[in-house]
Nanobody, 116 residues
Framework: DVQLQASGGGLVRPGGSPTLSCVAS????????LGWIRQVPGKGLEVVSC????????SYSDSVKGRFTASRDNAKGTVSLQMNNLKPDDTAVYYC?????????WGEGTQVTVSS
C-alpha cells in the first residue's frame, strides 16, 4: 500500500524558513508524480508544488513561486518542501501526495501556522 507521512510543521514566525518532509513507502517512488498541497480551513485545496516522476521537473503555484522549493530524493523515497519568507497567508495544513495515472494517494497532513 502507498503510505505517505508529512512532518515538519508547527508554529512559525512571519519570515521564517521551515522545511517540510514527506516519507513514502509501499510503492515504486520514482515512478510517481508527487505533490505538495495545502488547505486552509473553510477554503479549497491549493496545489503548492508538483514534482514530475523520476526527476522530470517541478512547478509551483504563483502564491509560493520564488519562496518555496520542492525536491525529491528517489533513492530515499522522500520529498521535501523548503519554505522561505513565510507569510500569515501560508497558514494551512500541508499534505504530500503521490500520483500515477488516475490514482492519487494522500498522506496525513502537517499543520503550519504562521503567526507572531
Amino acid at each position: 500500500d502507498v503510505q505517505l507521512q508529512a512532518s515538519g510543521g508547527g508554529l512559525v514566525r512571519p519570515g521564517g524558513s521551515p522545511t517540510l518532509s514527506c516519507v513514502a513507502s509501499g510503492f515504486r517512488f520514482h515512478e510517481y508524480g508527487l505533490g505538495w498541497i495545502r488547505q486552509v480551513p473553510g477554503k479549497g485545496l491549493e496545489v503548492v508544488s508538483c514534482l514530475r516522476k523520476q526527476n522530470g521537473g517541478t512547478s509551483y503555484s504563483d502564491s509560493v513561486k520564488g519562496r518555496f522549493t520542492a525536491s525529491r530524493d528517489n533513492a530515499k523515497g522522500t520529498v521535501s518542501l523548503q519554505m522561505n519568507n513565510l507569510k500569515p497567508d501560508d497558514t494551512a495544513v500541508y499534505y504530500c501526495n503521490a500520483k500515477q495515472g488516475l490514482t492519487t494517494s494522500w498522506g496525513e497532513g502537517t499543520q503550519v501556522t504562521v503567526s507572531s
